[in-house]
DNA sequence: TTGAAAGCGCTAACAT
DNA sequence: ATGTTAGCGCTTTCAA
């Protein structure tokens, strides 16, 4: 039970040198003094035990080497994901990583704000990509730098330092594509609340490639679960499944042959809502993913086809963007702002409609028979 | 830009009182001192906009509200999950979360035990099942207090402050007799390394019920994956198909009908392995998971039948009892050990044999052709 | 090449 | 009821 810490002093001690002296060889400076001085010191040590005080050393300095990353929920595996991208790159310079998961409350957002300001950390990596960024504008007033995700740098603050986002009008375009040129012409959009920057771009990208295929529209075709409960994201796989009894439980006429859903729990929600209901992926609706969930996506049956965001690459960008800005390398510099391009990865829970349900898409054939 | 922090010296001097008054205030102290001077200081912190800067506090009482949670892998939402129910209860008592991700190298949990010292954090919540507990014993002589994860109290060094465990072993067999009781004989046993205590812990429990039923335990029939790359455990659920793949890739005669998997990702990935060979859950081969992820286990194909882990309420108890410890309220007393009891929940992934595959078992029915 | 001294922002005896 | 003072362990001028 003994907590006696072997300080500084300790060891100048020890050594028979300065505190002064016992600071500069812990800070490298190892030219400012003779060679056998330094190695007492390091002999006094290593003998001591002895470990710095990073609080001390943090009072002293004002740096702290923690930065600070906000997910909207770690129970989903993609911030889990986030998470570990970001430690890895962090780890790698000597920083931490302070995981703050708000599940997308901003009052909560805000407050963690504060308290990494308070606690001598300078930087975060925001992941909630909630459609204003004001709750954090009086942290970013006080000196927190934070790099944002899914946004652009157009409603930025001054307290932005960078940023990191995929291309989810495309991404989305590219899942509508693949599903129109399969033949599928009543296509479902299939989401929680569409209140985040990247929900909405999804939904405009699904928008656009309908209606550049000229395909009219329909609002009964999408579905936009409600707010959270107690469980976050996790329940994106929930509300998918519930969704999806929304959208298929209609006469086979009107009912739509694909789903886009917003992200891989809700595809996989969606594929065992489309189950209960005796529907066959992908012979009796075809289901879109977006994601790529390592492992998951592949593994889940039947197999996703689905966007895939580059996790790790993004979130080592962010947190490159971040340590640079708060290491002062990229000083008075304009943020960076990196776009990455979404892929379309081709599983199996896509396919043909079994039957062609527009009046443009007669020639195709019917692999399946209607249930 | 701007950084210049109001420290409590600004704050007393508007206040026109001493910089031991406004520590009381922010203390709570104030029933030493007439109601007017605390308002006049809480005034002056309003306008000032102050906000107590943690490190320097920290530094003066040695006390940080910080606790660490070293996990094997932030990827399998398992620990996602765990991460959060720490959060919940740290949150509550205004204490934060350091979440450190090991990968299960012990060389890197000892190095984050070192760096939560150093940073004047105090407690730790250790969710790797590790054989050993001696690479954190350093850092538990130095004053770090841990919460065990899924360990007995028997080997905990005196810096053990509590501990929290499933009985692994009852859950492997309720699991088995599960099987058991459907009419399986040939049983397999699916999991990466069997390196950590739980798994040692559910592979006996497996065997133990074997034993009771007289069946003849067979070295084929356990499959124990290699160890970990990159990917950390997120690779349970590709071990998982890898580890299908060869239990399965023999004879009908002498195919095991029904896996028991160390985890739910492994059962996921076993279902997918079991599908590549054209095998069908559970008509042809039964699978059966551990954990019970929350939603996933329920939407994936076929719903998993697995032991559920109350993953919430363990790691409340865990937080709860570190604080305790942190706070001193349980100081001197004996480590506490929760040990809380698993529960089999029968899903879809698990059903009667096909062809029953033991002596005993002629007068069951075979609902299922042989494929 | 080394040391002395001041101080980061806060707290807690100990005065008054 | 309030103020004075002396540090926590470190870094950093500045001086020797």
Chains 1, 2 share one sequence.
């Not at 693949?178 to 009543?186: A, E, F, K, Q, W």
């Amino acid at each position: 039970m003994a907590c006696a810490r072997t300080s500084l002093r300790d060891v100048a001690r020890r050594a028979g040198v300065s505190p002064s002296t016992v600071s500069n060889v812990l800070n490298g400076r190892l030219d400012r003094m003779r060679a056998d001085t330094s190695e007492r010191v390091l002999r006094a040590m290593r003998e001591l035990g002895y470990t710095p005080n990073q609080v001390a050393r943090q009072l002293r300095t004002g740096q702290v080497s923690t930065i600070g990353l906000i997910v909207p929920s770690v129970a989903n595996p993609f911030w889990g994901l986030v998470a570990r991208g970001v430690e890895q790159v962090a780890l790698e310079r000597d920083y931490h990583v302070l995981l703050c998961n708000s599940e997308r409350d901003p009052a909560r957002e805000a407050q963690f704000a504060e308290i990494l300001l308070n606690s001598g950390m300078r930087g975060l990596i925001f992941g909630s990509s909630s459609l204003s960024l004001d709750h954090l504008a009086k942290a970013g007033a006080r000196g927190l730098r934070v790099v944002t995700f899914d946004r652009s740098l157009a409603d930025a603050g001054p307290f932005v330092a960078g940023s990191v986002e995929i291309d989810n009008v495309l991404g989305a375009r590219l899942a509508v594509s693949h599903l129109l040129g399969l033949g599928h012409r009543r296509i479902g959009l299939l989401s929680g609340p569409i209140r985040t920057i990247s929900r909405r771009k999804r939904l405009a990208g699904y928008r656009q490639a309908l209606a550049d295929a000229g395909v009219q529209p329909s609002a009964d075709l999408v579905w936009e679960g409600p707010g959270l409960t107690t469980y976050g994201d996790a329940e994106g796989a929930e509300l998918g499944r519930i969704g999806a009894h929304h959208l298929l439980s209609v006469p086979a006429r009107a009912r739509p042959t694909a789903l886009l859903t917003i992200n891989d729990m809700y595809a996989i929600g969606a594929c065992a809502g489309a189950r209960d209901l005796g529907l066959r992926v992908p012979q009796d609706i075809s289901v879109i993913g977006f994601d790529d969930l390592p492992v998951f996506a592949e593994v889940v049956t039947p197999p996703l086809t689905t966007v895939r965001q580059p996790v790790r690459e993004m979130m080592r960008t962010a947190t490159a963007q971040l340590l640079a800005r708060l290491e002062g390398e990229t000083d008075g510099s304009a943020p960076e702002h990196a776009v990455v391009t979404p892929k379309l990865v081709i599983r199996s829970s896509t396919s043909r409609p079994s039957m062609p349900n527009d009046d443009r898409a007669g020639a195709r054939g019917a692999d399946q028979p209607d249930p």
